[in-house]
């Protein structure tokens, strides 16, 4: 079962003419689940880098970035993700929810699946970590 709270940021407060992107945080047993939704672009990747910077701060043993919800990946958002790696060191793992054309063909064709573990839905996240 997972504990949530709320740490939701909206790109469209800091960039009004960007659509909308929200990020919201989830505790389960093992993890901090990043959930991403909207599209992420170069106008809304700062507010991803924040929320990952927020959620890192907290220093889960294991952080999963779940896209799921994404309709667009730009290559801004992709960025976000590897800083994301980078600055999580040794200290958290990182994984990430993305399928499907939006996300996750993405992720393969830059082999960024290479750089952290890819998954399809977020069961088979969270079931890695165990």
Do not use: C
């Not at 960007?18 to 599209?39: F, K, N």
């Not at 880098?49 to 801004?76: C, M, N, R, W, Y």
């Amino acid at each position: 079962m997972a504990d949530w709270f709320d740490v939701t940021n909206t790109s469209g407060d800091a960039y009004p003419l960007a659509d909308t992107m929200t990020t919201s945080v989830a505790v389960h047993d093992e993890a901090t689940v990043l959930t991403v939704a909207g599209e992420v672009d170069l106008a809304t990747a700062p507010a991803l880098e924040s929320a990952i910077e927020a959620t890192l701060g907290g220093k889960p043993a294991a952080l999963i970035i779940d896209l799921s919800q994404v309709t667009f990946l730009a290559s801004a958002g992709m960025a976000a993700l590897v800083a994301a790696h980078q600055r999580a060191g040794t200290q958290t793992r990182i994984a990430v929810v993305a399928d499907g054309p939006a996300t996750g063909r993405q992720l393969r064709m830059t082999n960024l699946d290479q750089v952290f573990a890819l998954h399809p839905t977020l069961d088979e996240a969270l079931a890695s970590l165990r």
